[in-house]
């Protein structure tokens, strides 16, 4: 699972097929893709492996089961108890993250299938 998180706003979110920015607006990117994605150039990526994700929250409900949710924070902390054991950050792009690309805003730059507006064309036939 790809995230990217804003240094300035402290936003971390998934990235999705539709551009999404974080709170302050620094911070933005997308899929292209089910595999490649393009970020903002501050955007910091992270990754969470899903297989490991799924395993932490099993981990963690199982450990609450067990404990009768008497457990305190430090316990969650644990490998096997709801310890995230796969997840990094990498750059934007390069052979560390060759998947993703940096961009410099968070409009589409293919504009192609926009039709721009003619204001001297009335809108009526
Ligand atoms: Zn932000």
């Known amino acids: 699972m790809k995230l990217i998180y804003c240094q300035d706003c402290h936003d971390l979110f998934k990235l999705s097929l539709t551009m999404r920015t974080c709170e302050c607006g620094h911070v933005y990117g997308r899929y292209v ?9 501050d955007a910091v990526s992270i990754v ?5 994700l799924r395993a932490s929250i099993e981990a963690m409900q199982i ?7 008497t457990a305190d924070r430090t316990s969650y902390c644990q490998p096997g108890h709801g310890l995230i054991e796969l997840a990094w950050v990498r750059p934007n792009c390069g052979p560390g993250n060759p998947r993703s690309r940096v961009i410099s805003s968070p409009y589409p730059s293919d504009s192609a299938s926009e039709t721009p507006l003619n204001i001297n064309q009335s809108p009526f036939p």
């Not at 893709?33 to 150039?41: G, I």
């Not at 969470?48 to 490991?52: E, F, L």
Request: proline share 0%.
């Open 33 to 41: 893709n089910n595999q490649d994605a393009e970020v903002s150039e």
């Open 48 to 52: 969470i492996g899903n297989t490991h």
């Open 63 to 69: 450990h609450t089961l067990r404990t009768g949710n």
